[in-house]
């Protein structure tokens, strides 16, 4: 079955303590990006990758680090968390390419964060 | 720069009765624009897209949104409401280099 896998679904941490929220696609989807959602705002892009080795910024990129070593794969990195990334994360994942492709995306299921 | 604007944060309507959920946008060049829909506990699903050719587009699950690019606007319509419909409705565009830039969404609820 054709999917965006994330884990985990929940997560409660500290502040300061590094994290990962990991995040898998298995269509060989060439685009993956990361967004958070908090009510009122809607989903704001943290990073996006083109293609293996290669990422962007998003709009919300402070205190967030990416990698995409592997094209099946895009982790999230919370060095240092703090109570403001406390945040509804969502994974997802296209064909890439020109821009309409980028806006087919295939969405993993979510991470609930909570930061103390 | 671009933006989206969801007018509507909320929307109630009785099950049956038609839809339309509002959306504007702003962005320089031709937008290529799509609707999503999260039900409760779930990600995003594409319902729509539009990026050239007739501005009337139809979608899954019964829905359609019309570009009017006069109005900067690309609004989702459903003739008749079912109450799994409710759920939470997202407009994006999708902007140069990878970037889609989502509203702040709708949430419809549906009377019985």
């Known amino acids: 079955e054709a999917q965006v896998t994330q884990n985990p679904r929940y997560l409660i941490t500290v502040t300061g303590k590094k994290l990962t929220v990991t995040c898998s696609q298995n269509?060989?989807?060439?685009?993956m990006s990361w967004y958070r959602q908090d009510p009122g705002l809607g989903l704001r892009q943290i990073y996006y990758?083109?293609?293996?080795?290669?990422?962007d910024k998003g709009d919300v990129p402070e205190g967030y680090k990416v990698s995409r070593k592997e094209k099946r794969n895009f982790p999230l990195i919370l060095e240092s968390p703090s109570p403001n990334q406390t945040s509804l994360y969502f994974c997802?994942?296209?064909?890439?390419?020109?821009?309409?492709?980028?806006?087919?995306?295939?969405f993993g299921s979510g991470t609930q964060l909570s930061v103390l | 720069a671009q933006s989206v604007t969801q007018p509507d944060i909320h929307i109630t309507v009785s099950e049956g009765a038609s839809l339309e959920l509002r959306c504007n946008y702003s962005?320089?060049?031709?937008?290529?624009l799509f609707w999503y829909v999260q039900s409760p506990g779930q990600g995003l699903q594409l319902l729509l897209k539009?990026?050239?050719?007739?501005?009337l587009v139809q979608g899954i699950k019964g829905f359609e949104a019309e570009f009017k690019r006069s109005q900067s606007s690309f609004n989702l319509r459903k003739p008749s409401v079912h109450w799994s419909d409710a759920a939470e409705y997202f407009c994006?565009?999708?902007?140069?280099?990878?970037?889609?830039?989502f509203g702040q969404g709708t949430e419809l609820s549906v009377k019985p």
């Open positions: 997802a994942s296209s064909l890439g390419g020109r821009t309409i492709a980028v806006g087919k995306l295939f």
């Open positions: 269509m060989n989807h060439e685009y």
């Open positions: 990758s083109m293609n293996v080795e290669v990422t």
């Open positions: 962005y320089g060049a031709t937008p290529y």
């Open positions: 539009y990026f050239s050719g007739d501005t």
């Open positions: 994006a565009v999708g902007a140069l280099g990878g970037k889609l830039i």
